[in-house]
């Protein structure tokens, strides 16, 4: 069993910031990379940044430049820090993993989601 544990959302004013992180655990024999995607209200889920084992990094275009994403792997965690938000940063924001559990295959993995609103 495999489990993506999402926490650090909630309200921001804009022009604010915000970080999440995201934990996997379970049975995890390796991890080739983490991100993190969004689905904001009446849309569907984007991209906006992942990082790979061998740490680089991609970003959707609106995020550049103010969202950066890092990892710590010792720790099986994921974290994206966010500045300079807006108020269309507003979703759920979503932890993915692609990794192979042990004795098992590789494949995607999905957090529960974690709310983050941009409102003043």
């Known amino acids: 069993q495999v489990q993506l544990v999402e926490s650090g959302g909630g309200l921001v004013q804009p022009g604010g910031s915000l970080r999440v992180s995201c934990a996997a655990s379970g049975s995890i024999a390796s991890i080739y990379a983490m991100g993190w995607y969004r689905q904001p209200p009446g849309k569907q889920r984007e991209l906006v940044a992942t990082i790979t084992s061998g740490g680089s990094t991609n970003y959707a275009n609106s995020v550049k430049g103010r969202f950066t994403i890092s990892r710590d792997s010792a720790k099986n965690t994921v974290y994206l820090q966010m500045n300079s938000l807006k108020p269309e940063d507003t979703a759920v924001y979503y932890c993915?993993?692609?990794?192979?559990?042990?004795?098992?295959?590789?494949?995607?993995?999905w957090g529960q989601g974690t709310q983050v609103t941009v409102s003043s």
């Open positions: 993915n993993a692609d990794l192979q559990r042990t004795f098992g295959v590789r494949r995607d993995y």
